[in-house]
């Protein structure tokens, strides 16, 4: 009857829905799957958090003695960290795209009020900013000129090259339009990994208060960054949409101020 084939045909066509940062993905399985390929599948893709993710983890490495006793005692003995270190990712305002060479990339007037606002916006916080960190491309650095020039002027800033855009590394699902050549993804995958490893870990032991740092950089790269902190696969990160002068999101700016270029 009409109702038993329907049960066949979507027994033949599983298919999953995931919606989520502007991302929409459909998988479409075309033969049966046994329960027990479905378990497999789904403890294979599960992943078990990583504590000593930044390498860091003050227990990492110590053999743990037989007494428990004494192993009481030796927990008591390892210092560990008292402080937090708290990350602020900002990308750039938007930015002139038609110039060829990134010194001619300068921020639009749009671009402009898009980093006041931001940099308004980190000042109401009304933490003691540690320092800002910024990429070497003229976007981000006219953007965090601007924010700077919000917040009190004795905080620190950073230059750092690793934080410039790139392709981080191939994204799945693919997309249909932005096609980066294999070598672009071998040679900034391992810049914007080195940047992560730099910029994100614990506090040292010898830190003994929360640190607030700014970092003014990419969405490729914020995004690669979130993936990552998350313990999320790499390759997820084009899933993630992130406006101009997004501070994770853009809701602090008003809604004609808001694009993603």
């Known amino acids: 009857n009409r109702s038993s084939d329907l049960d066949q045909k979507m027994a033949k066509a599983f298919g999953a829905l995931f919606l989520g940062s502007g991302a929409f993905l459909f998988y479409r399985f075309r033969r049966k799957v046994s329960a027990a390929e479905l378990m497999d599948d789904s403890q294979a893709s599960s992943r078990v958090w990583n504590a000593n993710w930044d390498r860091r983890d003050p227990k990492a490495g110590r053999q743990k003695k037989a007494n428990s ?12 960290p008292t402080a937090s270190r708290h990350l602020i990712l900002v990308r750039h305002g938007q930015y002139n795209q038609t110039p060829t060479g990134d010194k001619l990339r300068s921020l639009t007037e749009l671009g402009k009020r898009q980093a006041m606002e931001t940099g308004k916006r980190l000042s109401a916080f009304n933490q003691p900013y540690t320092k800002v960190v910024v990429s070497t491309m003229t976007r981000a650095r006219e953007t965090a000129a601007l924010v700077r020039s919000c917040l009190p002027p004795d905080i620190p800033l950073e230059e750092c090259g ?31 990994e080195a940047a992560f490893r730099k910029f994100f870990h614990r506090a040292d032991v010898t830190q003994n208060e929360d640190s607030y740092e700014i970092i003014v950089c990419h969405a490729n790269v914020i995004r690669y960054f979130v993936c990552r902190a998350l313990q999320l696969p790499p390759e997820a990160w084009l899933r993630i949409a992130i406006g101009n002068c997004g501070l994770g999101d853009v ?9 993603y270029n």
């Open 162 to 192: 690793m934080l410039a855009e790139g392709a981080p590394c191939p994204p799945e699902p693919p997309s249909s339009h932005w096609k980066p050549e294999n070598h672009q993804f071998f040679q900034d995958g391992a810049r914007i």
């Open 69 to 80: 006793a004494d192993e009481s005692d030796g927990e008591n003995k390892i210092k560990k």
């Open 251 to 259: 809701g602090h700016l008003p809604p004609d101020m808001i694009t």
